[in-house]
């Protein structure tokens, strides 16, 4: 993850209410779960657009532990519910 689009999601989160970023961490987990590259592999799509979804995935779980880490800091409880 670049430094900016760090600082984006932190700047965000501070402006954000406990719930709404609890909810932003929740829909990040669910969006980085399994892997569209390994298909597109098996599909042969070509290695360009394969590497540049292995990227997108890479920062969709840097997000979500970025977004964890800021609820711990808050002392949102996450998977309490």
């Not at 600082?7 to 954000?16: D, L, Q, R, T």
């Not at 532990?65 to 309490?80: G, I």
Request: glycine share 2%; aromatic share 12%.
């Amino acid at each position: 993850m670049k430094k900016t689009e760090r600082n984006k999601i932190v700047k965000w989160a501070e402006s954000a209410t406990d719930e709404e970023l609890e909810k932003e961490y929740y829909d990040s987990v669910s969006n980085s779960l399994g892997s569209q590259a390994e298909d597109m592999y098996e599909l042969g799509y070509d290695l360009a657009d394969i590497k540049e979804r292995e990227q997108y995935e890479k920062f969709l779980c840097q997000k979500s532990s970025l977004l964890e880490e800021l609820c711990y800091k808050r002392s949102v409880k996450l998977w309490k519910k």
